[in-house]
């Protein structure tokens, strides 16, 4: 484009000279009344033309100047006319505009496209966000009071560690894993804890994040989440209130429950085995299992339902203790009177 610019301006520059001055319209009017003009060429406003002495000239006539060709005409002074036309920049515009813009346009539809700012591209990808690696990991040691779901998860942890020595038994780790119980017992943090203590990706995504208004994105995105923990097997998947996508099917009527189904239904092809998710542990957290598909519930699915009840006395006091590791307290604190 500079090029273009300097080659235009230079054209310009040079019809006339470098250094020429438009005469004066006046100036002009004067050497016609005294018949020293020669020949002239008339474009829109702009009159050039030639005296008798050779020397060539332009001037500009004001707008609607009436009575100029006459003139001229009683001087015998020759007159060209020339259709106006549009300016190089203006016909460079008109010509290569157009492409430049769709140029233009296509070079930011890739560069956000690939940065994932763009949300046409990526409209089925799967919304899990997998935790920094410099994130500090949570292990058993930050959750208390559910000591029984961590020993019945202490098996997974084992297979994560160690899979070959599973398979060299024979044995077959769970595929799936429900953490069932009310709310706010640590559920969440109990699944980023198996991932901490086995030292493997986490990636968590809520049960919403699936549904859209649109037929076919959440079955997508159940495609893309299940890719994503392929590629970085083994590793944790973890779907947080999956009752808003696993609910019974059939409940209702229209496109929102079409599209919630055939979510579920992409669901259950991935965990069903059909294809190998060797290292993939599916782990799902609900406070309401009683309103889940049975299908979902069946064996080869979810093989594991852990209850995550809330604390008795000795959790919540272990709770407190997780709490105050690094807050000092006085010699008259009891955590076991406050877990009461």
């Not at 050779?54 to 100047?65: D, K, N, S």
């Not at 598909?293 to 064996?299: E, V």
Request: proline share 5%.
């Amino acid at each position: 484009m500079l090029v273009v610019a300097v080659v235009l301006i230079g054209s310009a520059s040079s019809q006339f000279g470098a250094g020429e001055e438009p005469l004066s319209f006046s100036e002009f009017m004067r050497l016609v009344d005294s018949g020293q003009i020669d020949r002239v060429e008339l474009t829109g406003n702009e009159i050039v033309g030639t005296s008798l002495s050779g020397e060539p000239f332009r001037t500009y006539a004001p707008i609607q100047y009436e009575g100029l060709a006459n003139k001229l005409i009683e001087r015998d002074v020759v007159i060209q006319a020339k259709a106006e036309t549009p300016s190089a920049w203006l016909t460079l515009l008109y010509g290569w505009g157009p492409m430049l813009l769709i140029i233009g346009f296509v070079v930011f539809y890739m560069r956000q496209a690939q940065s994932g700012g763009n949300a046409a591209m990526s409209f089925g990808k799967s919304r899990a966000k997998q935790a920094p690696s410099t994130q500090k990991k949570v292990t058993f040691a930050d959750v208390a009071g559910v000591d029984e779901a961590k020993e019945e998860l202490q098996e997974i942890i084992d297979f994560l560690r160690d899979p070959q020595k599973y398979q060299k038994l024979g044995g077959r780790i769970p595929k799936g894993v429900l953490l069932t119980g009310p709310p706010g017992t640590g559920k969440t943090l109990l699944a980023r804890a198996v991932a901490g203590e086995a030292s493997v990706p986490f990636f968590s995504i809520s049960g919403s994040d699936f549904v859209e208004m649109f037929v076919g994105v959440g079955a997508s995105r159940v495609r893309d989440l299940f890719e994503q923990g392929k590629k970085n097997a083994p590793c944790i998947l973890f779907v947080d209130e999956i009752d808003a996508v696993g609910r019974h099917r059939g409940a209702g009527l229209g496109g929102g429950h079409d599209e919630r189904e055939q979510t579920l239904n992409q669901l259950l092809v991935e965990m069903d085995g059909f294809e190998s998710n060797e290292g993939v542990i599916f782990v799902a957290a609900t406070n309401r299992p009683d309103v889940l598909d049975p299908a979902l519930l069946r064996p080869g699915r979810f093989d594991r339902r852990i209850s995550v009840d809330r604390p008795d006395v000795a959790g919540r006091k272990g709770i407190l203790e997780v709490h105050v590791r690094k807050t000092p307290l006085d010699d008259d604190v009891d955590l076991h009177v406050l877990a009461r």
